[in-house]
């Protein structure tokens, strides 16, 4: 396993986690990522768990104001979720926020993935709120 820090631009790695985010985030609720607005994927930090040359893992850091960067569209194939994988990518992502300068790490994750969060130190005032028709909570963590 390795983890692997890739653009939008490296067709290889980026057409697997389009595929993945897909799978595991928009294709469960009926929805696509073709019916949606990819831009800011040009200018956002990828980061995969690549074992081999297959990704199995990933997420997106976008970068915000004030030393604040976004953690957005973690997933982990479902043959592979309970290996810990979400947690070494998370973490890796922290490393690397760090060493970029970010002060604070900010997401919305699903209702159903408050523990992880949790477990890995975020933060949360528990407002539930929708988003793209299901339930999310906002989380923050000091890096």
């Known amino acids: 396993m390795q983890i692997l820090k890739f653009t939008a631009d490296e067709p290889a790695c980026y057409s697997q986690e389009y595929d993945l985010r897909n799978l595991v985030l928009r294709h469960p609720l009926g929805l696509d990522l073709k019916d949606e607005d990819l831009s800011r994927d040009k200018t956002d930090i990828h980061l995969g768990v690549f074992d081999g040359e297959k990704l199995v893992a990933s997420l997106i850091l976008h970068p915000m104001e004030d030393g604040i960067v ?67 909570i906002s989380f923050s963590k000091l890096l």
Do not use: S
Request: with cysteine; charged share 25%; net charge negative.
């Open 70 to 136: 976004q953690m957005r569209q973690v997933c982990t194939h479902p043959d592979r979720q309970g290996e810990g994988l979400g947690k070494m990518l998370v973490e890796a992502a922290e490393q690397l926020a760090k060493e970029e300068g970010f002060r604070q790490m900010v997401l919305h994750g699903r209702q159903t993935a408050a523990g992880f969060y949790r477990k890995l130190g975020y933060q949360t005032d528990d407002v539930v709120f929708t988003e793209l028709g299901i339930p999310h």
